[in-house]
């Protein structure tokens, strides 16, 4: 089994819908973080917690939300998706210092 | 300039070739770098890290200069397997919040 799994892999939804994107982890790291990825602009970090009690913005929290129901837990919602949230979502995860492994994705199309 | 900046290639190489990419990052006070690759649609997997002067592994070598504060990504002999992108990744300082590069695609043809 994957070690940070995401749900859904991909999702169509309307303008003004509210989602929600739900990451899982048995790595047993306290970090998680959740990133979107657009052709040309790499990797934006939107927020990241560094354990259960622990949530922060990143550089383009605006329009989403996060959760961290557990340990192993981190979901990301859109309140009311827009076009130009369409994009692909990475969460990924890290124990402290060391480098970040990441889910396979969630492919989100906002019509 | 910008916080780490990667050529985007394309890199078209035949196999065999040994290619180098170059990223430039503004952050002196970086300790640590990582190179990930990603494959078309995927997510991006470590390949190396760098935390000092270099690291060596197998056929692809990475080497820092803090002074001109780029690191870059050698890969010898290359493979049909290594055409992916190749991500420049830098802390923001002394943080673990990582800042990405767009990225450089190798093409390996055969």
């Known amino acids: 089994d994957a070690d940070v799994t995401q749900t859904p892999r991909n999702r169509i939804t309307k303008t003004g819908k509210r989602i929600m994107l739900e990451c899982s982890q048995t790595?047993?790291?306290?970090?998680m973080y959740w990133y979107r990825q657009d052709p040309g602009l790499g990797l934006r970090l939107i927020y990241y917690?560094?354990?259960?009690?622990?949530?922060n913005k990143g550089e383009i929290s605006d329009g989403y939300s996060v959760s961290r129901q557990a340990q192993a837990k981190f979901s990301l919602s859109l309140e009311s998706a827009i076009p130009n949230q369409t994009a692909l979502y990475f969460c990924a995860t890290s124990g402290t210092g060391e480098t970040q492994y990441f889910g396979p994705g969630t492919r989100l199309l906002v019509l | 300039r910008k916080e780490v900046e990667q050529d985007p290639g394309p890199f078209n190489v035949p196999e065999g070739a040994t290619v180098a990419f170059n990223c430039t990052y503004s952050?002196?006070?970086?300790?640590?770098f990582f190179w990930y690759r990603q494959d078309c649609r995927k997510e991006p997997k470590l390949l190396m890290s760098?935390?000092?002067s270099g690291n060596e592994d197998g056929r692809f070598t990475a080497q820092l200069n803090r002074a001109s504060q780029y690191i870059s990504l050698l890969i010898r002999d290359s493979k049909l397997s290594d055409s992916a992108t190749y991500l420049c990744v830098v802390p923001r300082g002394r943080t673990d919040k990582l800042i990405f590069g767009t990225g450089t695609r190798l093409q390996v043809f055969p």
């Open positions: 790595k047993g790291h306290d970090r």
């Open positions: 952050n002196s006070a970086s300790q640590s």
């Open positions: 917690s560094f354990d259960v009690k622990d949530i």
């Open positions: 760098v935390y000092s």
